[in-house]
């Protein structure tokens, strides 16, 4: 399976500290996108980051890139209650053929006040 | 969830009846795409279209039909829902096959 991984499935911290999710995954990529879904909604793009690019910074949100190891982080800095949501990693496929984004199953971050 | 509805919000169905969710994009992307989405499986792609007429199968497509007459709409029928079909819908498009997909806000389905 291409599916992205995400680590840890779930992840508990208090406001302020920081919160780190990892996704691993087997094939070589074209890009891998993180997504936030809050209970209930769609989900929302965070940030893309190529096959050709090692770090992305977005405001509060750091997103690094290991093709070596196939693995990627999303680290959220001084979070937020309004940061509790589920996290994806979407992956697609460098050698993509009549298929699109693959998303692992989430991390879902509880962030407590 | 802006540019992009779906409707219905909610349904709930019998085994056997069809069933069609409605996507409507007001953003002119070429692709639109179906999930479904499950507890510990993500989000897996049934369905997607790139363009008018153009569509594909995805992950999980049996048991699942499109139709893009228009770029603006994607159907999903589901000819004879089962109880395994029981899932949260959505859709997203993008305007190229890698790029960022925007979601709408999910059909949330029930087969009884």
Sequence with gaps: SQQGEEDPQALSIQEGENATMNCSYKTSINNLQWYRQNSGRGLVHLILIRSNEREKHSGRLRVTLDTSKKSSSLLITASRAADTASYFCAICPADNYGQNFVFGPGTRLSVLP | ?112
């Excluded at chain 2, 969710?21 to 639109?32: A, D, I």
């Excluded at chain 2, 795409?33 to 507890?39: E, G």
């Excluded at chain 2, 279209?49 to 007459?69: C, I, L, W």
């Design chain 2, 1 to 112: 969830d802006a540019g992009i509805t779906q409707s219905p919000r909610h349904k709930v169905t019998e085994t056997g009846t069809p069933v069609t969710l409605r996507c409507h994009q007001t953003e002119n992307h070429r692709y639109m795409y179906w999930y479904r989405q499950d507890p510990g499986h993500g989000l897996r792609l049934i369905h997607y279209s790139y363009g008018v007429k153009d569509t594909d199968k995805g992950e999980v497509s049996d048991g699942y039909s499109v139709s893009r007459s228009k770029t603006e709409d994607f159907l999903l029928t589901l000819e004879s829902a089962t109880s395994s079909q029981t899932s949260v819908y959505f859709c997203a498009i993008s305007e190229a096959r890698r790029d960022t997909q925007y979601f709408g806000p999910g059909t949330r389905l029930t087969v009884l």
